[in-house]
């Protein structure tokens, strides 16, 4: 692999970026290079005005967020670019996201993309940003590949797109091993089109886990819930334990990823290792309340023991199966770490 580095674009950028550009689509999958068939004279006012694009602190025009340009270089010439933009509005949540990048076509398949994407979420997270958004048209399976292979997690596809978000902690080195276990349901159509993510917090004090119980159908969980659109992983964890238990937890970096593969969907489950800190209001739905939710705590065994029995529900509550097998599998890979 040749000597890659970014660097930020500047009022100076000469005639090695100019001729990359014009070698570049002016619009590829929603990727814009405006400096596409500009003149040079044109090119250097419109290198200014990325300059100051990536110096504004607030939304200018209504619409126009700070963003910051990088050139990718590979053994000193340039190969590629990549745009963050500083913060979202919610338009932009919708189709724009955090980040764009692409690679000059006489340079791809050189796996340019990947370190490119790396680059871009370490300056992310320099910009304080820690999880980025990229939306990514759904025909672009290359770009799609990208953001998989930085640690990207599709949260959802429409309207002709995919959302992925990217942890910047893990680009830094913050999150490097994270387990990952499949779950395939008998009913799994080969193939998934939908998926949901969500986060769940393994709360264990003096042997005993926190626990979310449903004192009218008798059924056990783990507490957590779906993760919302624009809210950080632990963000989520942090409010879905506060909501079902009354508890304030602060917690780890994740531990373990259960992926559940059923019909068409892919279930990502993301588990934090948590200490409570403090105490606060139980905020439930109404089908919370309607169960009676309420927390509990079990000897680690106890409950281990109460999901191991997961195939008793195969032909009463598949639901109930699925759920018992994933938290039992979870219980099995993290709860014995932390008994002591």
């Not at 050139?71 to 500083?86: E, I, K, Q, S, T």
């Not at 340019?112 to 997270?125: D, F, H, I, V």
Request: proline share 3%; net charge negative; charged share 25%.
């Amino acid at each position: 692999m040749p000597e890659l580095r970014l660097r930020r674009l500047s009022a100076l950028d000469g005639r090695d970026v100019y001729g990359m550009l014009q070698t570049m689509p002016a619009d590829e999958n929603g990727l814009i290079n405006k400096a596409r068939g500009m003149s040079y004279e044109e090119y250097q006012r419109w290198l200014a005005g990325k300059m100051r694009e990536s110096e504004q602190t607030g939304i200018v025009d209504g619409w126009k967020v700070p963003s910051t340009t990088f050139w990718l270089y590979a053994d000193g010439a340039p190969v590629g670019f990549g745009n963050v933009r500083h913060f979202l509005t919610d338009a932009l949540k919708q189709a724009g996201g955090n980040i764009g990048y692409g690679i000059a076509p006489a340079f791809r398949g050189r796996g340019y993309g990947n370190a490119l994407l790396a680059l871009l979420l370490k300056e992310a997270r320099r910009l304080g940003i820690t999880r980025a958004l990229i939306t990514i048209h759904e025909g672009n399976a290359a770009s799609l590949a990208v953001a998989l292979h930085n640690g990207g997690r599709v949260s959802e596809r429409r309207d002709g797109r995919v959302y992925v978000w990217c942890d910047t902690d893990a680009s830094a080195g913050g999150e490097q091993n994270v387990r990952t276990l499949d779950i395939v349901g008998e009913n799994y159509f080969g193939t998934w089109t939908q998926s949901r993510t969500a986060c769940r917090g393994i709360v264990i004090e003096g042997g005993k886990l926190l626990l979310s119980y449903e004192s009218v159908t008798g059924q056990w969980m783990l507490p957590g819930g779906g993760l919302e659109p624009g809210e950080e992983e632990r963000a989520c964890c942090v409010r879905e334990v506060a909501e079902e238990t009354g508890l304030l937890v602060e917690p780890a970096a994740c531990a373990l990823e259960i992926d559940e593969y059923y019909e068409d969907w892919k279930y990502v489950n993301r588990y934090f290792l948590c200490r409570v800190t403090g105490k606060t209001e139980m905020r439930l739905t109404g089908r919370e309340r309607a169960v009676g939710m309420e927390p509990r705590w079990l000897p680690v065994e106890e409950i281990r023991g109460i999901f191991a029995g997961y195939a008793a529900f195969a032909n009463t509550d598949e639901m109930r199966r699925g759920m018992y097998l994933r938290e039992y599998t979870a219980l099995c890979e993290l709860a014995s770490d932390e008994k002591a």
